[in-house]
């Protein structure tokens, strides 16, 4: 089989299997992580997405990818929403979200909270240890996931004035996006980051 290197959501090795869906969902390719490696995989072994009803079965349904489709949306969805104000578009930024938006959503579900610190570590501080500057972070929870190729978390932020502001402003070229689900809490959570 192929090694693909090219999911820049999904780079832990972690014993999970993941199905990544195009904008339309009846064409769809399978993957799974061996390691740190992606290769595809027959899609009939895996469970389908279901995405036609709000009563999320998490026992029926590939959860990372959904969770991996719910971050396509919403990274498609903020793009085309920035050409249309006449921004730049965003390109993903996989080590931002191996360094610090996938870390960060994970604590956020552990400690069952949305927050931008850490524990004692604040958000400047999380930023500047792993060498960032100039960085905006939006962070969010909801008990829906996305029914459609709209972003339940775009719509989300863009009802926030603050978050809104930072996901539009043209100073920021890079974008890591996060979206995790909580079984326990029955929730999705959230953590985008964007830098310039």
């Known amino acids: 089989m192929k090694f693909l290197h090219l999911i820049p959501l999904l780079l832990f090795s972690l014993p999970m299997k993941s199905q990544i869906t195009g904008m339309t969902p009846k064409i769809y390719t399978c993957f799974e992580l061996e ?16 995405s036609n009803t709000r009563n999320l079965d998490p ?5 990372d990818s959904l969770c991996h489709q719910m971050s396509l949306n919403f990274y ?15 390109s993903y930024d996989s080590s931002m979200f191996i360094l610090l938006t996938h870390p960060h959503n ?26 960032y500057n100039g960085i905006g972070e939006c962070v969010a929870y909801n008990f829906r996931f996305d029914e459609t190729q709209e972003s339940m978390f775009l719509t989300q932020y863009r009802d926030s004035p603050s978050h809104w502001k930072i996901l539009t402003d043209p100073k920021y070229n890079h974008i890591s996006i996060s979206t995790l689900y909580d079984k326990e809490q029955r929730k999705f959570y959230s953590t985008v980051n964007v830098r310039r």
């Open 106 to 131: 994970l604590w956020q579900i552990k400690n069952a909270k949305v927050s931008h610190s850490e524990g004692n570590l604040t958000l400047s501080e999380r930023f500047e240890y792993y060498g």
């Open 76 to 90: 498609n969805h903020l793009n085309k929403i920035r050409r249309d104000l006449n921004l730049s578009t965003l």
């Open 59 to 63: 026992d029926k349904t590939n959860i």
């Open 35 to 50: 390691g740190k490696d992606t290769i595809i995989v027959p899609c009939e072994e895996h469970p389908h997405v279901i």
